[in-house]
């Protein structure tokens, strides 16, 4: 396999602060011989782990790119023992045009690992962190929220895993994250993840959902900063107390906990975002847009537990996700 194109302007080994790019050589009709400029800052002083930050992976997920670039801006070499590697739009053209996939391919850049270095943008992208920096790190955190079509609970994730050390290890890092609620978390399709990518490296992963509707809060905001700031601590890059408070513990047992719309329409919530809720108990409704005086299709949660995600638009099509029900532990 061939080198990949990307070349960074950081040096991954200096000591210090360094705010750079990863540059991806891209011709195009405006710029013959362009190139995509993917920020990057890195932090390093002396040895110790390495923690690898990432943001935008789907281009309409905004609180980490806005607390990766606050970080970024703030952070000094001689507060941290160790390297931290800040990648606020990880999807950068996805970020930039505000999508979800980018704009160049259509790639989604959680779906395409391992990439490839002879691939599309989106590939090249996902082959440079596969080849270059999964493997300088000890802690991954990649941090989403819902786009512009789901809204979540604000949870920190981790998975099961084969290895039971290293989900452990990963719950650790889930709980030192300290969301409001902290979730072991069950894929739709894990294949082609930036998430088991780097578990199957025997990386310390940990993901987060922390709202949604193509905005950030104030408060979800707040949530990946002191996050952030958690696992650094708990990875032993910086010293200092972590700022801890209650979080709900949840589990998904099996894909019943998703809930797809077998029709098209207009949506109808009955319960609210972190409700408890009942087998059985009706939790939305779909009606019929293309005539009135149709009964509208109704959608039931399939177990007792809490409310945690939600299609968000108004409009649903077959298909998509009504909600997601996961249980307390």
Known sequence: MRANPISATVDYDQDGVQHGFLKLPHSHDTSAWGSIMVPITVAKNGDGPTVLLTGGNHGDEYEGPIALFDLAGKITADEISGRVIIVPGMNYPAFKSAT????????????????????????????????TLLPMADYVLDIHSGGKTLDFVPFCAAHVLDNKKQQEQCVAAMQAF?????????????????????????????????????????????????????????????????????????????????????STGLMELCVELGEAVKAGQL??????????????????????????????????????????????V
């Open 100 to 131: 979800r996939t980018s704009p160049i391919d259509k790639g989604n850049m959680n779906r395409v690992f391992p990439g490839s270095p002879d691939g599309s943008v989106t590939q090249k992208i996902a082959d440079y962190f596969q080849r």
């Open 178 to 262: 300290n969301a409001p609620y902290s979730l072991m978390m069950l894929e739709v399709d894990a294949a082609g993840m930036y998430d088991t990518s780097a578990e199957e490296m025997g990386k310390i992963f940990i993901s987060t959902e922390l709202g949604g509707g193509g905005s950030a809060s104030a408060a979800s905001v707040l949530i990946a900063k002191k996050g952030i700031r958690n696992l650094l601590l708990h990875a032993g890059v910086m010293e200092g107390t972590p700022e801890i408070g209650e979080t709900t513990n949840l589990d998904m047992p099996d894909h019943r906990c998703f809930i797809s719309s077998e």
């Open 283 to 328: 939790i939305a409704k779909v009606h019929d847009i293309n005539r009135t005086g149709s009964i509208p299709k109704e959608y039931h949660s399939p177990l007792d537990g809490i409310f945690t995600a939600r299609h968000f638009p108004g409009l649903i099509g077959m298909g998509d996700i009504v909600g997601v029900v996961s249980v307390t």
